[in-house]
């Protein structure tokens, strides 16, 4: 018999980097469970956004997941998640994040409830590293006493770098402890060189050195050293570098962004494209910047970005300390590691590597790709923890 899992998220209102997690790999692993369903766990502000709510069930119910809502103030989402879970007659939760992991942990020790936890990373430490909160604060130290009341009670933990695995064997290695980088909801090997190409003569830049950047403008980024790299780079090729972005940020944000690499407008091309177009405009490029800040929050991180530039042939530009990226990166040579204390000389080298090896990049990152990110290449990592 199939298991039966309750899937607890947290606020999936607007179809950002979590809600995509979650539609992705459920898309690839439902047919190993018997009719699941998501609780969304949303703030009064999105609750009550009945455009937002409609856009993301349509979106799952594309794969038949249907989704319900509840309002985030704690007895509202408990009471929601345990009668949903009774009424549906469920075997266990999926909490995927902090705040489904507090539900998750409360209802284990008032109902009994199993639960497997997906930690995406140290939400205390964002908070942090953002600003909002400070290590010394009641709230950061409750929340840290929580992350890790929810990993050492769940029946199984997902981490998704090697790093994240060791902090949660940290507090517990009694149960399964599984890394599941996250991953992509495309074949790598249906991106063709015809259709690099076809995109690039589309947008004409056939004849240029692209650069680029594809996601939100995040507080991860490190835009000192990310400026340093895009100025060295268009110095290395003089009129002939252009840098692509692909996000949904506003156009005042956007500008913003451009202005402080220290780029006009004429070196910038700005697309907003749907979730199921971004890897193949990102196969257009010839290198791609992962260039992060120094923290924990990166250092246990598995950025959806990196599977992304690899799983459409792009080398990839990335700062050292990045989960498992920069370590796949340096040893399997999907690109190059950023020191921003190294000689600024050898950008002109790399720019000719790369030139001079672009289909060897193309294929040989799409090759690992398709071994350790494509979804479907850890679904026997799935199965494990759905049946534990």
């Known amino acids: 018999m199939k298991p039966k899992i309750l899937f607890v998220a947290g606020n999936i209102s607007s ?42 069930k349509n979106v799952f119910s594309a794969i038949g997941i249907p989704v319900i809502y509840t309002i985030r103030i704690f007895p509202i989402s408990l009471i929601t998640v345990w009668l949903v879970f009774k ?78 695995l060791s902090y949660l064997n940290s507090i517990t290695k009694q149960k399964p402890n599984l890394v ?6 495309f074949d790598p090997q249906k991106i063709t060189l015809d259709i690099r190409n076809k995109i690039r ?50 156009k005042d944000v956007m500008e913003n962004f451009v202005s402080q690499l220290g780029l006009q407008g004429k070196d910038v091309i700005h697309l907003a494209l749907s979730h199921t177009e971004v890897h193949l405009y990102t196969s257009s490029a010839d290198l791609a910047l992962l260039i992060r800040k120094k923290s924990i929050v990166n250092e246990i991180s598995s950025p959806m970005k990196f599977g992304e530039y690899i799983g459409a042939g792009v080398p990839v530009l990335i700062s050292p300390g990045i ?35 672009r289909l060897s990049y193309f294929d ?12 479907t290449s850890v679904e026997n990592k799935y199965q494990i923890l759905y049946n534990v």
């Not at 040989?364 to 979804?375: C, E, M």
Request: charged content about 25%.
């Open 87 to 164: 009424q549906g007659r469920f075997h266990k939760l999926y909490a995927n994040n902090l705040t489904a992991g507090i539900n998750a942990l409360f209802l284990q020790k008032l109902a009994g409830i199993k639960y497997i936890f997906d930690f995406h990373g140290s939400i205390p430490e964002e908070r942090v590293l953002i600003g909002s909160w400070k290590k010394e604060s009641l709230k950061y130290r409750l929340m840290k006493y929580l992350e890790k009341g929810i990993a050492y009670n769940s029946k199984g933990n997902v981490a998704i770098s090697n790093q994240a």
């Open 180 to 185: 599941i980088p996250c991953g992509i909801n």
């Open 323 to 357: 989960g498992d990226a920069t370590g796949e990166t340096e040893v399997n040579q999907l690109g190059f590691v950023f020191d921003r204390n190294r000689d600024m000389e050898k950008f002109s080298d790399m720019i000719n590597e790369i030139q001079k090896n």
């Open 201 to 250: 003569e589309e947008l004409n830049i056939q004849d240029k050195f692209v650069v680029l950047y594809s996601g939100s403008i995040s507080p991860w980024n490190d835009y000192d050293s990310m400026k340093l790299a895009v100025q060295s780079i268009a110095k290395a090729v003089p009129n002939q570098y252009l840098l692509l972005v692909l996000s949904k940020e506003k």
């Open 15 to 56: 179809f950002d980097a979590t809600p995509i997690k979650i539609y992705d790999y459920l898309k690839a692993t439902s047919h190993l469970l018997e009719k699941p369903k998501i609780i969304g766990i949303l703030d009064i502000r999105s609750f009550f956004n009945r455009r937002k709510k409609r856009d993301v």
């Open 364 to 375: 040989r990152n799409r090759a690992f790709a398709s071994n350790y990110y494509v979804l």
